[in-house]
Every structure is written in C-alpha cells, then in structure tokens.
C-alpha cells in the first residue's frame, strides 16, 4: 500500500476514533502493525489488510445491545472513507469490508479470504499477552463491571465465567482461549509467548491470594 494512503486513513481514524480504552486509536495502530507482520509472511495483500486493521473498530457501542452491528457498521465507514480517496484500488473496497464484517470474535466465523484470517488473527493477538490484561481492566469501568473477580472462586473452577461480573472472568471465557482459534502459522507462532504471559499473571495472582488467605486465618 502506498504511504500516502495509509497515512490519510491514519489522520482519519485519529480525529474519529474516540472510544473506550481497549478500542481506541492504540489498538487499531497495534492491529495494523500485527496484521501487517502476519500479512507479510502469508503473503496476503497489504492494501486490503492495511485499512481492514485500521477500520476493524472504527464504529463501539458503549454498553448497548448495538455492539453486534460494530463490525457491519465500521466495515460501511471504511468502504465510504475509501471510495473518497481517488488513488486507492476500488475493486479491493468490497474485500475490505468483508474482512471487517467477519473479524468479530464472538460470532466464530471462519473467513474464505487470507486477509480476513489476517485481521482476525492480529485482533485476536490483542487478546492474549501483557496487553489484553491492559485491555481487560481498561474497559471494566465502562462496562459497569461488578468486581475484579469473584472472591469465592476467582478461577471460574466450579462455576462459568461471568465476565460482565468479573474482570478476571474474561481471561477464562476468552483470553486463555484465542490461541486455539488462530488460522495462520504466523499468529499461531506469535501467540505462544503471550499465552505463557498469561500463565504467569495468574499464577502470581493466584499465590498473592493465597499469601492473603493464610494471613487472615492466624488473626
């Protein structure tokens, strides 16, 4: 893709995109700079990739049921936005929006195209590792979340998640999750260190609140 078109879309989505911190202008950047890496090596076509990251979450619904129309909507603004730039290749705008349409997570969709993979792939990579923790309590208070976990079973081991409940719930109904879900060999090989990140974030909450536990049965 060219320079001068990526860098119209960035000062685009920079004035428009103002939403909560896990879907801001950051994670947009991240997801173009992780999709541009997979992209690369599984030889997918940066100048549907590109715009495709860019405009993933262009369009959030704060607390509403609307939040199912995020994707089809941010894929519209995209397929507008593009039209207006003369220099960009419109036979490429329809596969655009389609990668936009099918990147959400919780619909489980499996894409027909590389570059879809390649989008949801690098939105996925923003759910594991040291910046889905970021993300995860980031967006806790604006979703009215009750408590950071349920203090009677914190690691959902005798009951299901409840993530509109408990932060740390999201770690177990999707975070811990994503890895298995990935389609190209790149994110697959991305993902590994970030999944042991996890791993050990819990492993340390875990001891931190056993250290807390032994402490209130000697008072």
Same mark, same amino acid.
């Given at each position: 893709? =060219? ?6 879309? !960035? +000062?685009?989505?920079?004035?428009? !995109? #103002? ?23 599984? /030889? ?7 715009? +495709? ?24 603004? +995209?397929? =507008? ?44 990579? *923003? ?22 976990? #349920? ?5 959902? *081991? ?30 697959? /090989? ?12 819990? #492993? ?8 807390? #536990? ?6």
């Amino acid at each position: 893709m =060219e320079d001068s078109i990526k860098d119209q879309l !960035i +000062a685009f989505l920079k004035k428009r !995109i #103002n939403n909560d911190l896990s879907h801001d202008f950051g994670h947009a950047y991240r997801v173009m700079g992780l999709a541009v890496k997979i992209a690369r090596e599984e /030889r997918a076509d940066l100048d549907i990739v590109i715009p +495709a990251a860019l405009f993933h979450d262009s369009v959030v619904y704060k607390g509403t049921d609307n939040y199912r129309k995020e994707h089809e909507e941010s894929a519209k603004l +995209a397929e =507008e936005v593009l039209l207006t730039i003369p220099e960009y290749p419109k036979e490429k705008i329809r596969e655009v929006a389609y990668a936009i349409s099918v990147c959400s997570y919780s619909k489980g969709i499996v894409p027909r195209t590389i570059e879809a993979k390649v989008l949801q792939d690098a939105d996925m990579l *923003e759910s594991t590792g040291a910046i889905s923790i970021m993300r995860t309590f980031g967006s806790s208070m604006p979703m009215h979340v009750k408590a950071f976990y #349920n203090m009677k079973d914190p690691f959902c *081991e005798r009951r299901e998640p409840k993530p509109m409940k408990y932060s740390l719930d999201l770690f177990y109904q999707r975070l811990m999750r994503v890895s298995k879900r990935m389609h190209t060999k790149s994110a697959k /090989r991305l993902t590994k260190h970030r999944d042991e990140f996890l791993k050990v974030f819990i #492993n340390e909450f875990r001891q931190e609140l056993e250290e807390t #536990n032994k402490y209130l049965k000697k008072q």
